[in-house]
């Protein structure tokens, strides 16, 4: 079941979109990859806002969740640990924010590398029986049938084959651009935390993706390559045109900078103000928890009197 939906719904529109795009562009398999990633960026350009509005709120009440956790840190009983949790939840519905919601196009883009990656399998598939079988992928009005078999061919590439077999340059490059690419469009999308342990995880992110997509794609094929490389470069465009519409005050010379940017401070005069209020909080906690260790005490060196009276 799952095998027969994958097929209909993710490779076989993949598969002619990509064919159709070549018969299109002068038979150039590399220019249909391209013209295919620009298209599904911009098809995912409202995602791409939800997800800007959704990380600006998060930044915005990364102050509130701090002072949450501040608030219930020396409390380790279940039923503080479910008012934080129910306190966390109330601030996320308040505020219209979905912790979720800022991965929308990672989750997208996920099917949509894999089947790229097995599409150009499909399209030009390196065995005849895998030629005979893109019949059964084609649909019948697409015009790229009388053209079987596709070049694979692009700038002196073959796109099926594994990018460290394309030749001595190509083979550097390409994992390179992959990496430098990954790192700007990453650079763009990410925001401050006000939250140390996540700018830690930010940085951290931010140099290792980039490392570790380079090094995989020694052994991706070239196809899915050109396919991460231009979609890197569409999405760094995108996230600059969704920031300046949204109006966050983003300079390009920050989003570019190789320094990792510093948490934003919150107001000291705010943070003292709350600090006495959650010891206040702490210290009547604490107070309401002796006096029921007190009265449960008593209660049961009472309960150990009367026996002793009837014994």
């Known amino acids: 079941m799952f095998s027969l939906l994958w097929n209909e719904i993710i490779m076989k529109p993949m598969v002619n979109i990509l064919t159709i795009f070549y018969s299109l562009f002068s038979d150039n398999f590399g220019l249909s990859i391209i013209v295919f990633t620009i298209l599904i960026r911009i098809l995912m350009i409202p995602l791409s806002f939800r997800q800007v509005k959704q990380m600006i709120g998060m930044q915005s009440i990364q102050p509130k969740l701090k002072q949450i956790q501040a608030k219930y ?6 039923d503080s640990r479910q008012k934080m949790s129910q306190e966390t939840m109330n601030l996320y519905k308040q505020s219209g924010v979905n912790p979720v919601g800022c991965l929308g196009p990672m989750v997208i883009q996920l099917p949509i590398w894999i089947g790229l990656y097995r599409a150009i399998f499909k399209v030009v598939p390196p065995t005849p029986e895998g030629l005979a079988n893109l019949s059964w992928y084609l649909y019948s009005w697409n015009p790229v049938i009388n053209k079987v078999p596709l070049d694979s061919f692009f700038i002196g590439i073959d796109l099926v084959n594994p990018v460290q077999q394309a030749g001595g340059l190509f083979a550097i490059l390409l994992p390179l651009i992959v990496a430098a690419t990954t790192f700007a469009q990453q650079k763009v999308s990410m925001f401050k935390s006000s939250d140390e342990r996540q700018e830690q995880t930010n940085r951290m992110m931010l140099w290792m993706m980039p490392i570790m997509f380079g090094f995989f794609t020694l052994s991706f094929p070239a196809g899915l390559a050109t396919y991460i490389i231009f979609s890197n470069i569409a999405g760094f465009f995108i996230q600059i045109y969704v920031l300046k519409k949204l109006k966050v005050e983003h300079s390009l010379k920050e989003m570019l900078s190789f320094r990792s940017s510093k948490p934003e401070d919150i107001d000291i005069k705010q943070n003292e103000n709350f600090e006495v209020q ?22 049961r060196s009472r309960r150990i009197k009367g026996k002793s009276r009837r014994g």
């Open 73 to 78: 840190k020396d409390r380790k009983d279940r």
């Open 278 to 299: 959650v010891k206040e909080e702490n210290y009547e906690h604490s107070t309401i928890s002796r006096k029921n260790r007190r009265r449960g005490n008593k209660a």
